[in-house]
């Protein structure tokens, strides 16, 4: 509306103000730069990035025993769907879904990351939310060839990519 009425004022007729502080300098925040650095490497050795919801299932938790007794996840009180219930406390099963949906589709192996927060509950209160890093890698090196043998990725891929995010 106000894009409007400036429209049909015109631009130029309305006068330009300028600020009336300063503009704040930009406070540093370490963690943050550390977490784009972090996805930087990766992305540049050739990972995809991922990004999937927060909110997960108990059976998708119960398979990559990320439940305990003691403490269960945090329910949320009007979730979308019974996929989207709980608060995960681990990246594992978002990337293991992941991986198996896009790998039927792939005919070279994949290798994901996903740089995110889980919420690990604690007594009587909100939970812990922690940044935390996970990845997978798997699949074969190169589409498959007549000119070559199939080979499948395997640790030394995954030590590599290791070794090129711990030295920069």
């Not at 894009?3 to 103000?17: D, K, L, Q």
């Not at 990559?64 to 594992?92: F, G, K, N, W």
């Not at 198996?100 to 792939?106: D, I, L």
């Not at 939310?129 to 996970?134: K, S």
Request: glycine share 4%; charged share 25%; net charge negative.
């Amino acid at each position: 509306l106000v894009e409007e009425v400036a429209r049909s004022i015109g631009y130029e007729e309305i006068p330009a103000t300028p600020l009336s502080s300063p503009i704040p300098h930009p406070q540093p925040q370490p963690v943050r730069e550390l977490r784009e650095k972090v996805r930087d490497v990766l992305a540049s050795c050739g990972m995809q990035e991922v990004i999937s919801y927060s909110l997960t299932s108990l059976s998708a938790l119960e398979k990559v025993e990320a439940l305990s007794d003691e403490r269960m996840p945090l329910a949320v009180a009007d979730p979308m769907s019974i996929e989207h219930q709980y608060l995960r406390t681990t990246l594992t099963s978002s990337l293991l879904d992941t991986y198996a949906t896009n790998h039927r589709s792939q005919e070279a192996g994949l290798s994901l990351f996903e740089s995110g927060r889980v919420y690990l509950p604690r007594d009587k209160t909100l939970p812990e939310e922690r940044e935390t890093l996970g990845g997978i890698v798997g699949g074969l090196k190169s589409p498959s060839s007549w000119l070559a043998r199939d080979e499948v990725m395997d640790f030394f891929e995954t030590k590599a990519l290791l070794d090129s995010l711990f030295q920069r």
